[in-house]
């Protein structure tokens, strides 16, 4: 059974950048053909997909954030981390770390609350 656990600070300033971390268990990260994706919903919205780090370590970023996205990984911990930079209070939102397999989410994390304020 993979599991997905996101971790982080709850608060960020303005202009901050924001930093999740996702560690993986049950599953590597370096599995072929798993991508390993960060999605967010701002309060009273939808599901908004922010970016994705594949099984071989490429990425690919929402065009509408690929300027202040960065995701990561760290394989001898089994973990992936989103920074997102410049944050402004547009960018509050529960953040979720999920694992595509096929053409399904098929493993999410609880989710994490982030709020951007002074």
């Known amino acids: 059974q993979v599991q997905l656990q996101e971790s982080g600070p709850g608060l960020v300033k303005p202009s901050q950048t924001l930093s999740l971390t996702c560690t993986v268990s049950g599953g590597s990260i370096t599995t072929n053909y798993y991508y390993w994706s960060w999605i967010r919903q701002p309060p009273g919205k939808g599901l908004e997909w922010i970016g994705y780090?594949?099984?071989?370590?490429?990425?690919y970023y929402s065009p509408s954030l690929k300027s202040r996205t960065s995701i990561s990984r760290d394989t001898s911990k089994n973990q992936f981390t989103l920074q997102l930079s410049s944050v402004t209070p547009e960018d509050t939102a529960v953040y979720y770390c999920a694992r595509v397999g096929g053409p399904t989410y098929d493993y999410w994390g609880q989710g994490t609350q982030v709020t951007v304020s002074s």
């Open positions: 780090i594949a099984y071989s370590g490429s990425t």
